[in-house]
């Protein structure tokens, strides 16, 4: 879970998900082992031009940082001991940053350098303020947001804005967090925004901006913690002027847990139950529709993070873990202790997720081979290699839509049109069709120059 208690303190678990390969816009691009003997999977970032993988080893309080490549290739890796706990993790435009409570030091707000080495530490109990405890990270247009309970869990909520290279921050009441949190908008209406949700039944738990809306997932206070017969979350999508656009129910026994926007769809990540039975990640279109349904893979406690991709606005990452719990009669506080400190954990992986566009088919006639990445955005450049077998040589080349429209192309380039394509490839035997052929082409060709030359010679001669 992420960002949670930044409008109203609503104490939800972290995020719990788990998802295999499903079909339609999404599909699973790759996935990779925590990195360490015993370590389990806590999120997967956006770093750098690839991935930051964050694990945890319970056994010896150890936190592993492990950068990858836009491919999932291991680059390199890092370890930080004495960790207690991974609160929050959250990747910005101005840098990745990390919540970590350390043994006997509480809760630290950490800045990453591109090495995965703290760039910035910053103790959120000794700046002259509260100590904080749990606290949680959200990115604004110009600041940092730290949303927490105090050390006692019992006093009110604390709002804290950093600036983005963690040097100073300022205390926050509820509504200038709020405001603080919806700042990428000259336009929005806070207190329109606010008035509505005092006006319902429902409490917004934590929301995502992109260009033009935001989308927002709320919870319904009328709705029994333990109840399955009425749902308990809803998705709202408001404009920029904080105008309520649509709203729809998430499914009847389910948690909201996390909402992002990825392209022009949203997707929200649900838990069911005790937030220990199965999670799904749920695909909705701008309209509100339900289009992808991604559930986990087995039953079991998961856990992990849930964002888009910086490098990418087309992709998320998620973490998938299947933990043991002893969660009865406290589910809430415990597990949270659990998913922090990865109790009994069995099995755990960190998955990458793409947008499906279009795919490109490959038919060859003859031998050889047609490489291509064969998932394509619409309007992007697109570069194919054509490599015949040895006794072959290239025949001709032609490149199709799925409509049957000639997509042109120069040398090995062609531009993605919005459907899929084909690209068909004729290889022809050399010694049989070609290289007879372009012998005799020569010999033809040497006759003809040497009677030209001749005739010539001859009309030369007799002029003289």
Known sequence: ????????????????IGVVKAEGPFYLDFDFKPNGTNAVAVATLPYNDGYLAIDYINNTKTMVLTSYDIKGNKLDSKTYPNVETILDYLTTDSGTFLMVEFTDEGYHLIKLDDKMNFKENKSLGSEGGSPLNGAFIYDAKDSLLVSSFTSDGNSPYEYRSYKKDLSSYEELNENEAIAKAFSFYDTFDVNKFINYFSNTSLLPALGDPNKSNVVILAMDRNCPYDSDDCNKYFLLLFNNNAELLWKVAIPKGYYGAE???????????????????????????????????????????????????????RGFAVVERSCISNVTANPTSQVQKDMYHLVDCQSSTHHVYYFFHQIITKVTQGKGKIQVIDRQIPGEPVEFIITPDPGYVLGSVKVTDANGNVVYFTSNRFTMPSADVTIEVEFLVANAKTGDIAITMIIILAILTASVTVIQYRRLKALM
Request: glycine share 10%; proline share 1%; no cysteine.
């Open 259 to 313: 909402v992002k926007y990825i392209d022009d769809y949203i997707a929200v990540s649900v838990e069911g139950g005790n937030f220990l039975q199965e999670g799904k990640i749920l695909i909705y279109d701008i309209k509100g529709n339900l289009i992808q349904t991604m559930q986990t893979k087995e039953e079991g406690h998961f856990n992990g993070e849930f964002d888009s991709l910086r490098n990418t606005p």
């Open 1 to 16: 879970m992420k960002k949670v208690y930044l409008l109203f303190g609503l104490l939800l678990s972290l995020l719990l």
